[in-house]
């Protein structure tokens, strides 16, 4: 049998038969946003780098709403990350190619809000601590004495430390912070598979 035809012959198969998976695990943004203002991810200060690095990214992948692949991209390097005054302006490094490869897509500015800079109460600076421009502000502070790459988001692991992260690995930390608050908190997140953030 050619290799075409083994090829098309297997294809045939997986569409007569397709892999049965069990749905992603539902899980409570809410939960999660409220777990994010409070030990261990709080005070950022004090919180370790591979929490630090994971409450980061939640905080840039909900609030841009972009694909890990844009996420992968960013770059920490002037003019591709600038903070204003009322917001924090990110964009992709240049030789990044969207997926939808428009005029508007290519190199597009992702800006970002702050969120309660000028707190009143102590709910208010609560909610202040959801601020991706002050997270990334302490992120950028804690990595900047090891990092090894432009890319926004390095790796935390001893043997890798400072260096670039993959796609890969981007996507486990999103589903990782997730598990690891559910567990934190008792709740169940009832699946086999691992949770993912909804497609941006």
């Not at 709910?123 to 991706?132: M, N």
Request: glycine content about 2%; charged content about 20%; some cysteine.
């Amino acid at each position: 049998m050619s290799h075409k035809l083994c090829k098309a012959f297997l294809r045939g198969i997986f569409l007569l038969k397709p892999p049965i998976r069990d749905p992603p695990p539902q899980w409570d943004l809410n939960l999660i946003l409220t777990s994010l203002i409070l030990p261990p991810f709080e005070p950022a200060a004090a919180c370790s780098l591979k929490l630090l690095s994971w409450k980061t990214l939640f905080l840039v992948a909900i609030t841009s709403a972009r694909r890990v692949s844009e996420l992968h991209a960013l770059c920490v390097r002037p003019p591709y990350l600038i903070f204003h005054k009322d917001r924090v302006s990110l964009r992709t490094n240049p030789s990044f190619l969207p997926k939808v490869a428009s005029q508007t897509n290519l190199n597009q500015s992702i800006d970002l809000p702050v969120f309660f800079p000028n707190y009143s109460d102590r709910a208010e600076q609560k909610l202040h601590y959801l601020d991706v421009h002050r997270q990334l502000r302490y992120y950028l502070d804690k990595t900047k004495i090891f990092r090894k790459s432009d890319q926004l988001f390095l790796s935390y692991a001893e043997n890798r430390k400072g260096l670039p992260v993959s796609k890969v690995t981007l996507s486990r930390w999103l589903s990782s912070v997730i598990t690891y608050i559910y567990q934190l908190i008792g709740k169940e997140l009832v699946s086999n598979q691992k949770p993912i953030l909804p497609e941006l």
